[in-house]
T-cell receptor, first 108, second 113 residues
Framework: GQNIDQPTEMTATEGAIVQINCTYQTSGFNGLFWYQQHAGEAPTFLSYNVLDGLEEKGRFSSFLSRSKGYSYLLLKELQMKDSASYLCAVRVGYALNFGKGTSLLVTP | DTAVSQTPKYLVTQMGNDKSIKCEQNLGHDTMYWYKQDSKKFLKIMFSYNNKELIINETVPNRFSPKSPDKAHLNLHINSLELGDSAVYFC????????????FGDGTRLSIL
Protein backbone atom coordinates (compact mmCIF):
# COMPACT_ATOMS: atom_id res chain seq x y z
CA GLY A 1 0.00 0.00 0.00
CA GLN A 2 0.87 3.64 -0.04
CA ASN A 3 1.66 5.51 3.17
CA ILE A 4 1.67 9.31 3.16
CA ASP A 5 1.90 11.12 6.48
CA GLN A 6 1.43 14.76 7.37
CA PRO A 7 0.46 16.51 10.61
CA THR A 8 -3.28 16.77 11.16
CA GLU A 9 -3.37 20.37 12.34
CA MET A 10 -1.09 23.39 12.61
CA THR A 11 -1.58 26.94 13.85
CA ALA A 12 0.52 29.96 12.87
CA THR A 13 0.35 33.73 13.15
CA GLU A 14 -0.39 36.18 10.36
CA GLY A 15 2.86 37.40 8.78
CA ALA A 16 4.88 34.43 10.02
CA ILE A 17 6.42 31.47 8.14
CA VAL A 18 5.09 27.93 8.47
CA GLN A 19 6.51 24.62 7.24
CA ILE A 20 4.19 21.66 6.61
CA ASN A 21 6.00 18.33 6.40
CA CYS A 22 5.06 15.25 4.45
CA THR A 23 6.74 11.83 4.58
CA TYR A 24 5.92 9.03 2.21
CA GLN A 25 6.53 5.34 1.65
CA THR A 26 5.12 4.32 -1.70
CA SER A 27 5.59 1.51 -4.18
CA GLY A 28 6.74 3.93 -6.86
CA PHE A 29 7.32 7.64 -7.38
CA ASN A 30 6.44 9.89 -10.32
CA GLY A 31 6.36 13.21 -8.52
CA LEU A 32 5.01 14.91 -5.41
CA PHE A 33 2.26 17.52 -5.47
CA TRP A 34 0.93 20.00 -2.94
CA TYR A 35 -2.68 21.17 -3.08
CA GLN A 36 -4.62 23.74 -1.06
CA GLN A 37 -8.25 23.09 -0.19
CA HIS A 38 -10.52 25.65 1.47
CA ALA A 39 -13.55 24.29 3.31
CA GLY A 40 -16.31 23.33 0.88
CA GLU A 41 -14.16 23.99 -2.19
CA ALA A 42 -12.10 22.03 -4.71
CA PRO A 43 -8.39 21.29 -4.15
CA THR A 44 -6.24 23.75 -6.09
CA PHE A 45 -2.73 22.97 -7.31
CA LEU A 46 0.13 24.74 -5.51
CA SER A 47 3.40 23.07 -6.46
CA TYR A 48 5.10 20.03 -7.95
CA ASN A 49 8.48 18.37 -7.31
CA VAL A 50 9.90 15.46 -9.24
CA LEU A 51 13.63 16.06 -8.63
CA ASP A 52 15.33 16.75 -5.30
CA GLY A 53 15.54 20.34 -4.20
CA LEU A 54 13.52 23.47 -3.68
CA GLU A 55 10.83 24.86 -6.01
CA GLU A 56 9.81 28.45 -5.30
CA LYS A 57 6.58 30.07 -6.39
CA GLY A 58 5.93 33.44 -4.81
CA ARG A 59 5.07 33.02 -1.13
CA PHE A 60 5.02 29.23 -1.49
CA SER A 61 8.03 26.91 -1.77
CA SER A 62 8.19 23.14 -1.80
CA PHE A 63 11.16 20.90 -1.10
CA LEU A 64 11.74 17.26 -1.96
CA SER A 65 14.25 14.63 -0.84
CA ARG A 66 13.51 11.36 -2.65
CA SER A 67 16.14 9.39 -0.70
CA LYS A 68 14.46 10.37 2.57
CA GLY A 69 10.89 10.10 1.29
CA TYR A 70 10.31 13.62 2.55
CA SER A 71 8.83 16.86 1.35
CA TYR A 72 7.78 20.13 2.91
CA LEU A 73 5.65 23.07 1.89
CA LEU A 74 6.85 26.45 3.13
CA LEU A 75 4.41 29.33 3.33
CA LYS A 76 5.88 32.80 3.92
CA GLU A 77 4.22 36.06 4.99
CA LEU A 78 1.14 34.19 6.09
CA GLN A 79 -2.22 35.78 5.39
CA MET A 80 -5.58 35.00 6.95
CA LYS A 81 -6.77 33.60 3.63
CA ASP A 82 -4.06 30.89 3.88
CA SER A 83 -6.21 29.14 6.51
CA ALA A 84 -7.06 25.94 4.65
CA SER A 85 -6.23 22.27 4.37
CA TYR A 86 -2.93 21.43 2.62
CA LEU A 87 -2.76 18.09 0.87
CA CYS A 88 0.43 16.24 0.00
CA ALA A 89 0.03 13.79 -2.89
CA VAL A 90 2.45 11.32 -4.48
CA ARG A 91 1.96 10.12 -8.04
CA VAL A 92 2.52 6.38 -8.28
CA GLY A 93 2.07 5.13 -11.82
CA TYR A 94 -0.91 7.08 -13.11
CA ALA A 95 -2.63 7.62 -9.75
CA LEU A 96 -2.31 10.45 -7.24
CA ASN A 97 -2.24 9.14 -3.68
CA PHE A 98 -3.18 11.77 -1.15
CA GLY A 99 -2.24 12.19 2.48
CA LYS A 100 -5.03 13.04 4.90
CA GLY A 101 -4.21 16.73 4.77
CA THR A 102 -2.95 19.31 7.26
CA SER A 103 -5.50 21.82 8.49
CA LEU A 104 -3.71 25.17 8.90
CA LEU A 105 -5.24 27.91 11.02
CA VAL A 106 -3.76 31.39 10.64
CA THR A 107 -4.48 33.64 13.62
CA PRO A 108 -4.22 37.45 13.84
CA ASP B 1 -14.24 29.96 -18.66
CA THR B 2 -11.69 27.18 -18.95
CA ALA B 3 -12.35 24.68 -16.21
CA VAL B 4 -13.48 21.32 -15.00
CA SER B 5 -17.20 21.52 -14.38
CA GLN B 6 -19.38 18.90 -12.77
CA THR B 7 -23.12 18.70 -12.19
CA PRO B 8 -25.04 18.62 -10.01
CA LYS B 9 -23.30 20.46 -7.16
CA TYR B 10 -25.64 18.90 -4.60
CA LEU B 11 -27.45 15.58 -4.78
CA VAL B 12 -29.81 14.43 -2.03
CA THR B 13 -31.53 11.11 -2.62
CA GLN B 14 -32.81 7.99 -0.93
CA MET B 15 -31.11 4.69 -0.37
CA GLY B 16 -31.58 2.27 -3.24
CA ASN B 17 -31.90 4.93 -5.94
CA ASP B 18 -29.70 5.22 -9.04
CA LYS B 19 -28.02 8.55 -9.82
CA SER B 20 -25.49 10.04 -12.23
CA ILE B 21 -22.91 12.81 -11.94
CA LYS B 22 -21.59 14.51 -15.06
CA CYS B 23 -18.15 16.01 -15.64
CA GLU B 24 -16.76 18.04 -18.51
CA GLN B 25 -13.39 19.69 -19.04
CA ASN B 26 -12.54 22.25 -21.71
CA LEU B 27 -8.81 22.32 -20.94
CA GLY B 28 -7.94 19.99 -23.82
CA HIS B 29 -6.64 17.38 -21.36
CA ASP B 30 -6.34 13.71 -22.27
CA THR B 31 -6.85 12.22 -18.80
CA MET B 32 -9.79 12.46 -16.41
CA TYR B 33 -10.39 11.12 -12.91
CA TRP B 34 -13.03 10.53 -10.27
CA TYR B 35 -12.15 10.92 -6.58
CA LYS B 36 -14.19 10.36 -3.43
CA GLN B 37 -13.64 12.59 -0.37
CA ASP B 38 -15.18 11.15 2.78
CA SER B 39 -16.33 12.90 5.95
CA LYS B 40 -12.77 12.86 7.30
CA LYS B 41 -11.67 14.77 4.18
CA PHE B 42 -9.56 11.88 2.85
CA LEU B 43 -9.35 12.11 -0.95
CA LYS B 44 -9.16 8.74 -2.70
CA ILE B 45 -8.87 7.88 -6.41
CA MET B 46 -11.70 5.82 -7.85
CA PHE B 47 -11.23 5.78 -11.63
CA SER B 48 -9.13 7.31 -14.36
CA TYR B 49 -9.63 7.45 -18.11
CA ASN B 50 -7.03 8.38 -20.68
CA ASN B 51 -8.46 9.36 -24.05
CA LYS B 52 -11.69 7.46 -23.30
CA GLU B 53 -9.82 4.34 -22.14
CA LEU B 54 -10.02 3.11 -18.53
CA ILE B 55 -6.54 3.11 -16.97
CA ILE B 56 -7.25 3.10 -13.22
CA ASN B 57 -10.00 1.15 -11.52
CA GLU B 58 -9.41 1.09 -7.78
CA THR B 59 -11.26 -1.19 -5.38
CA VAL B 60 -14.65 0.36 -5.90
CA PRO B 61 -17.99 -1.53 -5.68
CA ASN B 62 -19.28 -2.42 -9.14
CA ARG B 63 -22.38 -0.32 -8.36
CA PHE B 64 -20.15 2.54 -9.54
CA SER B 65 -19.74 2.68 -13.31
CA PRO B 66 -17.80 5.42 -15.10
CA LYS B 67 -18.45 6.29 -18.74
CA SER B 68 -16.34 8.44 -21.04
CA PRO B 69 -18.18 9.28 -24.28
CA ASP B 70 -15.23 11.42 -25.41
CA LYS B 71 -12.03 12.65 -23.83
CA ALA B 72 -13.66 15.85 -22.57
CA HIS B 73 -16.36 14.03 -20.58
CA LEU B 74 -16.31 11.50 -17.77
CA ASN B 75 -19.59 10.65 -16.11
CA LEU B 76 -20.19 8.54 -13.00
CA HIS B 77 -23.29 6.40 -12.58
CA ILE B 78 -24.10 4.89 -9.20
CA ASN B 79 -26.66 2.09 -8.78
CA SER B 80 -28.50 1.09 -5.62
CA LEU B 81 -27.14 3.92 -3.50
CA GLU B 82 -26.13 3.07 0.07
CA LEU B 83 -25.66 5.24 3.17
CA GLY B 84 -21.87 4.82 2.95
CA ASP B 85 -21.88 6.45 -0.49
CA SER B 86 -22.49 9.83 1.15
CA ALA B 87 -19.39 11.89 0.33
CA VAL B 88 -18.10 14.61 -1.96
CA TYR B 89 -17.17 13.32 -5.41
CA PHE B 90 -14.57 15.29 -7.32
CA CYS B 91 -13.83 15.08 -11.01
CA UNK B 92 -10.35 16.09 -12.18
CA UNK B 93 -8.31 16.24 -15.37
CA UNK B 94 -4.65 16.44 -16.34
CA UNK B 95 -2.72 17.00 -19.54
CA UNK B 96 -1.85 13.31 -19.74
CA UNK B 97 -1.61 10.34 -17.41
CA UNK B 98 1.96 11.26 -16.44
CA UNK B 99 2.21 14.96 -17.25
CA UNK B 100 0.90 17.99 -15.45
CA UNK B 101 -0.98 18.57 -12.23
CA UNK B 102 -4.57 17.50 -11.85
CA UNK B 103 -7.22 20.23 -11.98
CA PHE B 104 -10.32 19.58 -9.91
CA GLY B 105 -13.97 20.40 -10.41
CA ASP B 106 -15.99 21.98 -7.59
CA GLY B 107 -17.29 18.66 -6.33
CA THR B 108 -20.70 17.00 -6.02
CA ARG B 109 -22.00 16.66 -2.48
CA LEU B 110 -23.98 13.42 -2.35
CA SER B 111 -26.21 12.82 0.67
CA ILE B 112 -28.12 9.56 1.08
CA LEU B 113 -31.21 9.66 3.28
Amino acid sequence: GQNIDQPTEMTATEGAIVQINCTYQTSGFNGLFWYQQHAGEAPTFLSYNVLDGLEEKGRFSSFLSRSKGYSYLLLKELQMKDSASYLCAVRVGYALNFGKGTSLLVTP
Amino acid sequence: DTAVSQTPKYLVTQMGNDKSIKCEQNLGHDTMYWYKQDSKKFLKIMFSYNNKELIINETVPNRFSPKSPDKAHLNLHINSLELGDSAVYFCASSLSQTLGPQHFGDGTRLSIL
